[in-house]
């Protein structure tokens, strides 16, 4: 298996249950267009729902809805800090 393919199969796709796999300042995404950003700290293990991928240059974020909270939670986190969860 060459490192492209090895990365094709360890990358979480739209849909998938993902977990982060380590402590991270997310940026809460907002109902409110044009609000200024609102973060929040996640803790590694925490999980969720891939919903989707923001691209921006150079920084790729994904999409996740965290899974454990009384209200929706919708947050952007790094591409590298998280991983799909393995069932």
Known sequence: MNDITRELVRSPHVGDEIRLCRDALVEVASPRPGAP???????????????????????????????????????????????????
């Open 37 to 87: 950003p609102t973060w929040r700290y996640l803790a590694a293990g925490a999980r969720g729902r891939l919903i989707g991928w923001r691209e921006r240059q150079d920084d790729p974020r994904a999409v996740m809805d965290v899974a454990g909270n009384e209200s929706r939670l919708v947050v952007f986190v790094r591409e590298s800090s998280v991983t799909p969860e393995l069932i």
